[in-house]
C-alpha cells in the first residue's frame, strides 16, 4: 500500500528529525495525527470484533502479532509506514507487537519494561468513547529496568518493580489518551496504563496497538 493512502507526515519532512531529537532528548517522543482517520478507525474496529484471544488478561486480552503472523492485512502497511518515517528506527527491524482490547473500566497494564529498543503505541479509539479524560493515558517513569535483572523481574515482577520505582524515586510522565496518537519510547523505561475509563458498549472498548523494534 502507498504510504500517502495511509499517512498524513511527509517521511522527508522537518518533523520526523524534531521527532528523533526530542526521542534522543527525553526517551520519548508523542506524535499526533499520524495516519489518516479512516485507518485508524479501521485498525479500531478489526481489533473489537476481532474474535480470537491470544492472551487474557484481568481486564484487557490481547491479539497477537510477529514479523512471521498477521491478524489484519493492513497491518504490514502501518508498520511499515512507521518503519521508514521515523529515524530512529531505520537501523532496527519490526520483531512482533499486539493489539490490547481493555474492558471499558479497568487498570490496564500494570508497570513494566520490555524486551526491545524502541516500542511504538498507538491509540485508535475515538475521543468520544472516553468516560473519564484524566485516565487512558500512558505513565513512562524516568527509570529504566537494572541491567542486571531477567526478563521475568522487569516485565512481570509487578511488586519488586514498584519497590524499584519507589526506592529510586522514580518521576511518571504522563503522556494524556488522545485518538491518532502515537508514542515512540525507549523499551527499556518503565511505564504503565494510566486506568481504563470508558463509556458503556463494545464500540467505546480502549485499544491500543504496541509495535516493538529491536
Excluded at 15 to 35: P, W
Excluded at 54 to 80: A, G
Excluded at 94 to 102: L, M, N, Q, S, T
Excluded at 120 to 133: A, E, F, H, K, Q
Amino acid at each position: 500500500m502507498l504510504l500517502n493512502v495511509l499517512i498524513k507526515m511527509n517521511p522527508s519532512s522537518d518533523q520526523t528529525n524534531i521527532a528523533e531529537e526530542t526521542f534522543n532528548r527525553d526517551g520519548y517522543v508523542i506524535v499526533d495525527d499520524f495516519l489518516f482517520t479512516d485507518v485508524v478507525n479501521e485498525l479500531h474496529q478489526l481489533a473489537i470484533d476481532h474474535e480470537q484471544v491470544d492472551d487474557l488478561y484481568r481486564d484487557y486480552h490481547s491479539i497477537n502479532f510477529d514479523n512471521q503472523k498477521f491478524p489484519f492485512e493492513i497491518l504490514p502497511d502501518v508498520i511499515n509506514a512507521i518503519h521508514v518515517t521515523f529515524p530512529m528506527l531505520h537501523p532496527l527491524e519490526f520483531d512482533r507487537g499486539w493489539a490490547f482490547v481493555c474492558d471499558n473500566k479497568g487498570n490496564g497494564v500494570t508497570p513494566h519494561a520490555d524486551p526491545a529498543v524502541v516500542n511504538v503505541n498507538l491509540w485508535v479509539t475515538p475521543d468520544r468513547c472516553i468516560d473519564d479524560p484524566t485516565s487512558n493515558g500512558l505513565l513512562i517513569y524516568d527509570k529504566k529496568r537494572p541491567d542486571d535483572w531477567t526478563y521475568d523481574q522487569y516485565n512481570s515482577d509487578v511488586d519488586g518493580i514498584n519497590k524499584f520505582l519507589k526506592t529510586s524515586e522514580a518521576k511518571p510522565r504522563l503522556v494524556p489518551y488522545q485518538f491518532n496518537r502515537m508514542i515512540l519510547f525507549d523499551s527499556r523505561y518503565f511505564h504503565k496504563t494510566n486506568g481504563v475509563s470508558m463509556k458503556e458498549g463494545k464500540e467505546n472498548r480502549r485499544v491500543n496497538y504496541t509495535f516493538m523494534f529491536k
